[in-house]
Structure formats: C-alpha cells, structure tokens
C-alpha cells in the first residue's frame, strides 16, 4: 500500500511570485485536505476537495486554490507568495464519510 | 468558535518516568478526537481516534482517553525514541477538517 507523496520536499521563492505544491493520496482514498504549519504550531486546515470539488475551506485567502484530479492527486497553488507564506504544507488523505486523515511528508516552502 | 489547546508545550522526561499530555477542546458536536505523532520536519504520524467520553485505546507505551471536555495521551515509561511533538485534533463531521492544538514537545533523556 502506497502511503501519501508529496513534491517537491523543498521550495525557496521570492514575494509576490505563485507556487504549486502537489499530493498523492494514498491508495483507495478520494478526499485531500491541505493543512498550513507554521514553525511551532499546529497544522491549519487551508481546504478539501472530493470529486474534484472544494468541500469545506478554512480562513485563508482566495490566492490559495486547489486542484484534484480523477486519480484523486491533488495540487495546491498559492498566488502573490507573502513572506508569511513561510510554512510546511501538509496533504492528507482519507475515505468520504471516515474521519482518521493520513499525512504525507509535507513540503517546506520558505518565501524571502 | 471551535478551539483546541494542549499542555504543556514542552515536556522533559527522564528514561521510564511515565507523564500525561492534555487536549481539551471546545467543539460542538464532535465527532473524533484524533492524536498524532510529528517528528521534526516531517508529517503527522497517526495514532488514535477516540469517539465517546470514557473510551480508551493504547499502543504500546500510549494510552489514550477521553472524557466530554479533554482528552488524555499517558507515556508510560518512556523510551529516548518517544521524543517527539504530540498533536491532538478534533473533527465535527465525517471526513471533515481537523481543528489541531498546538502541540507538546516531549524530549525523553536516557
């Protein structure tokens, strides 16, 4: 069983410039949530998608969007990088309807 | 507004000395109370789900409980490989977005 992937590991932009993270859910789950940690706290949650489709969102700004894809990868995009961007960016994975959220590696992105 | 707050933030133990970890939450109608793992750099482990207040389930040296208002993650007899950040979460609905706390740090010392 294949557990979830993401890439890249590392990511170093500029502010103001758009970055695309992406995920692989782990096998046989439909539904991605992406989660934003900053260095010392908790992951927040940025927003789902199942079937394609955003299914709840969090409090972050429009310039962070989502992608799923029929084989149920997913990408995140953020818009207009702001140094507070700064964060490791985390995908889980689960079934519709099962609450336990599978966690993949994460990719640390770092704005300057 | 739904919230979830864990102590302490830092935790230092000696090698077998046994200490608790505490979650306590402000959700209406919860659903799952969820404890992971996270070693530095890397994502959350997962651990355990609790459902209802009063259940109970363990792996190896965790045991994790639940009443109607926190949760409870025991480290009985600690290893140096125990070291590491214990995040706890809470969901409302099915597959639904999880509210974390902040985390405690737990540093166990041979």
């Known amino acids: 069983e294949t557990g979830v992937t993401q890439s890249p590991t590392h990511l170093i932009k500029t502010r103001g410039q758009q970055v695309t993270l992406r995920c692989s859910s782990q096998?046989?789950?439909?539904?991605v949530s992406w989660y934003q940690q900053a260095l010392g706290q908790g992951p927040q949650f940025i927003f789902q998608?199942?079937?394609?489709?955003?299914?709840g969102r969090g409090n972050f700004p429009p310039r962070f969007s989502g992608l799923q894809f029929p084989n149920y990868s997913s990408e995140l995009n953020v818009n207009a990088l702001e140094l507070d961007d700064s964060a490791l960016y985390l995908c889980?994975?689960?079934?519709?309807?099962?609450?336990?959220?599978?966690f993949g590696p994460g990719t640390r992105l770092t704005v300057l | 507004e739904d919230q979830v707050t864990q102590s302490p933030e830092a935790l230092r133990l000696q090698e077998g000395e046994s200490s608790s970890l505490n979650c306590s939450y402000t959700?209406?109608?919860?659903?799952?109370l969820f404890w992971y793992r996270q070693d530095p750099g890397k994502g959350p482990e997962f651990l355990f789900t609790?459902?209802?207040a009063g259940e109970e389930k363990e792996k190896e040296r965790l045991k994790a409980t639940l009443t109607k208002k926190e949760s409870f993650l025991h480290i009985t007899a600690p290893k140096p490989e125990d070291s590491a950040t214990y995040l706890c979460?809470?969901?409302?609905?099915?597959?639904?977005?999880?509210?974390f706390g902040g985390g405690t740090r737990v540093l166990v010392k041979p």
């Open positions: 889980a994975s689960s079934l519709v309807g099962n609450n336990e959220q599978f």
């Open positions: 096998s046989g789950h439909n539904t």
């Open positions: 998608y199942y079937r394609e489709e955003e299914n």
């Open positions: 959700v209406s109608g919860l659903r799952g």
């Open positions: 609790l459902y209802s």
């Open positions: 979460a809470a969901t409302k609905a099915a597959g639904n977005k999880l509210t």
